[in-house]
């Protein structure tokens, strides 16, 4: 308080001299002068590492132009069959070769940086013999060791870089290693490990046994997308994974199951079925119209009345999918309840019925009301939206 | 029986307060500051190092990602409306729908639109799930190629009924509220899903994104080239301005979910909750913070988890107003939205059933935000009157006034430094000097206005003599290009 006071109320004259002897005499404004001193001083050295920065990203820029034209051409000829393995034992003596690299492409670190982002990038978009010599040539200039090195950083970064590097050059030796990163504490190498371990498990569903962790909806995009590039008939079954003691790989599984039109899931997902609202219960619904059958129809119908309104949408759309011009009738009674959500999906169902549905709906808009018509005619305009 | 205060005891105690309070109050911001951009850079450094790793494209042609549907009002936008529009349908995202509310335009703005696009009015079972202004006519494409673009004609009700209607009319689960006459980043929509899907178990309510500013930046068929420093002075002050904010600011409120703002310009809200919450309020100049702050309490009010997110990384740009008139049009409104929306939502102040939105947010608006400019008016008058009096301390004055200065100075460098680090931008070594010459003038040169148009932002709401939007002009994106 004492510093305080006589910060707020001492009384001193205006004059350069009382004020420069003023702040020479007190101690806390020698402390005020060293924070200032501080914050001048931080002021530079942060501004000079901007342009520090800015300069070396600069400069970086142009030297990664550089070198990723070299190296493009150098494998894109190596690949294409141009250079026989003399070069790769070249290479792996580090000697300058015949070709376009010498000793630093090999040696230094910025160089090896930039040469296998070439190499990786240039190796997923090619495949057979052209993509497993892009593969020599990361074994032969000790790429392999570096990502296995990575595996084990303390910075999730270069663990993630691991296993890409990994996954994409299908090495081996990373396998056991890479496997144990599905339980990592960083999200994002969590994810890595499970997408490799996807691609490269004998048996890719057992990585779910050891899953500790939810998965989350961009977790599943990726898997599928990993999933949906490889031949449907190696796609595994998610059945097994339906009843998973997380609720998120549930989700994951009724959603793959729909997707890779896995029909002996229905079973599983009609005896999981209930008909309060509950996400799971949506999803199934939905995967149901991918892969239903008769008897999906059938408890479909058994169970309609006693569902969820918002279910009872997505039973309609499913029913559509199942059923066809079977169902017409049963569209046709769910344009009158007083639930405008159900309405418009029974109409927009019977949109999609095509001349048949068509016909129906005119004779209905000689008798409902002119709400009813307005949702026919809006489900005829926009069913495709 | 107690003895009635004394005036001069009365002035001892106003005296003391001021000295005292506005003493802590200017080392509680400048402390607020420093927390902030420490924990701003830490989460920024990160979402840049997750971003190099992450390939948006995979997202495309998902079936998985949510739909969204993009809300852009018009208003009087004849000139630009035909490229914005096509702006927008270029926009990477595969479940996307376009909807643009012409709001009673004064102009020519739907028939070009109709005429650009070949639009035609269809019927359409308008659900009035939120009241709004009557709707004149809803128009799509006769060409499939536009088969993402609804056009909406209503009467004129201003940018939140316009907002309103298009949520109306949309069946998405996410809508994107933008201004039209923004550019968005062709991906911007595959980064503001990502963090909607990795919410798991917590609901993610609304994402926001950094808006950057476009003045005298290279732009080409509605895309933006290269990002350059503004050439005069009132953009090139806002530049640095948002940096701070969007950047810094936003970024760490979000990491501890009490981000009461996303800008109106763009942002991402969960269609059910917005709805379920009343929609965008039309009773407010300020209806983007109003519609967060309301969706915020409804989801405390019901205990459910959620968040509210933030993509730190610019996905949209915009143009800064280049003239004082304009600007500060702009900031009038912006204090009088923020009065509005702080009232609106007082039973959040302190209360804690609304967590830290309650505990640290609200306050932090209210002192930091709010009453910032009376504390710097009120101050500044009160060292005056002493100074007359023959009451300062002057050796204190200066060191304290260099203090605050030089702090002021360091952390607008560390905010361009932040900005290098993660997005670099600004690729010429002469724009980050030109940014940081700026951070040294701008406490004499653009403060004080700011702070001057605050104060009048005060008064007009208590006199209730300005209660619009006040015109805003710009130059416009399109025309530049000619």
């Known amino acids: ?385 | 029986m107690d003895q009635p205060i004394s005036m001069d005891t009365f002035l001892d105690y106003l005296f003391t307060f001021f000295q005292y309070g506005i003493f802590f109050y200017c080392v509680g911001v400048l402390l607020s500051y420093l927390v902030i951009g420490v924990v701003s850079a830490g989460v920024v450094m990160k979402y840049r190092k997750e971003r190099d790793l992450t390939n948006y494209r995979e997202i495309l042609a998902s079936p998985l990602v949510p739909s969204i549907s993009i809300i852009a009002p018009a208003y009087n936008e004849g000139v630009t409306i035909t490229d914005n529009i096509r702006s927008l349908l270029s926009l990477h995202y595969s479940k996307l729908t376009v909807i643009i509310v012409n709001d009673g335009s004064k102009n020519d703005t739907r028939e070009k639109a109709v005429a650009a696009y070949d639009l035609e009015k269809v019927p359409f079972d308008y659900q009035e799930t939120i009241s709004t202004k009557k709707i004149r006519g809803i128009y799509r494409s006769k060409n499939p190629a536009f088969s993402k673009l609804i056009f909406v004609d209503k009467e004129n009700g201003g940018k939140a009924d316009a907002i309103n209607v298009g949520i109306n009319v949309s069946t998405s689960e996410y809508f994107a509220c933008i201004d039209v006459d923004c550019i968005i980043e062709p991906e911007s929509f595959l980064k503001m899903v990502k963090p909607i899907m990795e919410a798991g178990e917590k609901r993610m309510i609304a994402v926001g994104g950094i808006v950057w500013l476009t003045n005298d930046s290279e732009i080409r068929d509605g895309k933006l080239i290269q990002v350059k420093t503004p050439e005069t002075y009132i953009p090139k002050a806002q530049v640095l301005e948002y940096i701070r904010a969007f950047l810094l600011g936003r970024t760490a409120w979000s990491k501890i979910n009490g981000l009461l703002l996303i800008s109106g310009a763009f942002g991402l809200f969960d269609r059910e909750v917005a709805v379920a919450a009343g929609g965008y309020n039309h009773n407010t100049v300020g209806e983007d913070m109003e519609l967060v702050m309301r969706m915020h309490g409804y989801m405390r009010e019901r205990k459910e988890k959620y968040q509210v997110g933030y993509v730190p990384e610019p996905l949209c740009w915009t143009e800064a107003p280049a003239d004082y008139n304009i600007l500060g049009r702009q900031r009038n409104r912006w204090t009088r939205g923020t009065i509005e929306c702080l009232l609106m939502h007082k039973k959040m102040c302190l209360n804690p059933k609304f967590g830290v939105l309650g505990m640290v947010s609200y306050p932090y608006w209210l002192l930091a935000e709010w009453m910032a400019p009376f504390v710097e008016l009120f101050g500044t008058l009160f060292f005056i009157i002493m100074a007359f009096m023959g009451l300062a301390n002057w050796p204190y004055f200066f060191s304290l006034l260099a203090m605050v200065y030089f702090f002021a100075v360091m952390l607008s460098t560390y905010a361009i430094y932040t900005q290098e680090r993660t997005y670099g931008r600004y690729t010429q070594p002469k724009d980050i000097l030109l940014l940081f010459w700026n951070g040294i003038t701008e406490p004499f040169k653009y403060h004080p206005r700011t702070v001057w148009w605050s104060i009048k932002g005060n008064w007009d709401y208590i006199t209730g003599s300005n209660k619009g939007w006040g015109e805003m002009t710009r130059a416009g994106f399109a025309k530049k290009e000619d």
């Open chain 1, 1 to 385: 308080m004492v510093f305080l006071q006589n910060i707020l109320t001492s009384n001193l004259p205006f004059s350069k001299e009382s004020v420069i002897r003023g702040i020479k005499n007190e101690p806390q404004l020698v402390f005020i002068w060293c924070l200032i001193v501080f914050f001048i001083v931080a002021t530079v050295v942060i501004l000079l590492r901007t342009i520090y920065i800015r300069k070396k990203k600069n400069r970086d820029l142009a030297h990664t132009s550089k070198l990723n034209e070299k190296y493009h051409q150098f494998l894109s000829e190596l690949a294409s069959g141009d250079y026989t393995d003399k070069a790769l034992e070249l290479m792996s003596a580090n000697k300058e070769t015949t070709l376009a690299l010498n000793k630093e492409d090999f040696t230094k670190e910025f160089n090896r940086k930039t040469l296998l982002k070439e190499l990786l990038d240039l190796h997923s978009n090619l495949a057979g013999e052209a993509a497993h010599k892009l593969r020599e040539v990361y074994l032969t200039l000790g790429y392999k060791e570096e990502s296995l090195k990575k595996l084990k950083s303390f910075d999730w970064m270069l663990r993630v870089e691991g296993i890409q590097e990994l996954k994409q050059m299908d090495i081996k030796d990373g396998y056991l290693p890479l496997f144990k990163l599905v339980k990592d504490r960083n999200h994002l190498v969590r994810l890595e490990a499970i997408l490799a371990r996807m691609k490269m498990d004998i048996n890719p569903l057992s990585l779910f046994e050891d899953l500790e962790h939810d998965l989350n909806e961009w977790e599943q995009l990726r898997i599928h997308n990993l999933l949906h590039r490889i031949p449907s008939e190696e796609v595994p079954s998610f059945l097994p994974l339906i009843d998973h003691q997380l609720t998120s790989v549930q989700l994951f599984a009724i959603r793959m199951v729909a997707l890779f039109n896995q029909a002996q899931a229905e079973k599983k997902l009609l005896e999981k079925l209930s008909f309060e609202y509950s996400k799971i219960n949506q999803t199934i619904v939905e995967s149901l119209s991918e892969i239903g059958s008769e008897e999906s129809v059938k408890y479909l119908h058994k169970n309609f009345n006693e569902s969820d309104s918002r279910l009872k949408t997505h039973i309609i759309s499913t029913l559509m999918s199942i059923a066809g011009e079977a169902d017409a009738a049963f569209f046709v009674s769910q344009l009158n309840p007083e639930n405008y959500d159900i309405q418009l999906a029974a109409a927009k169902a019977l949109v999609k019925l095509g001349s048949k549905g068509e016909e129906l709906l005119d004779q209905q808009l000689e008798l409902v009301s002119i709400e009813t018509k307005n949702i026919i005619e809006h489900a005829r305009q926009w069913t495709n939206q």
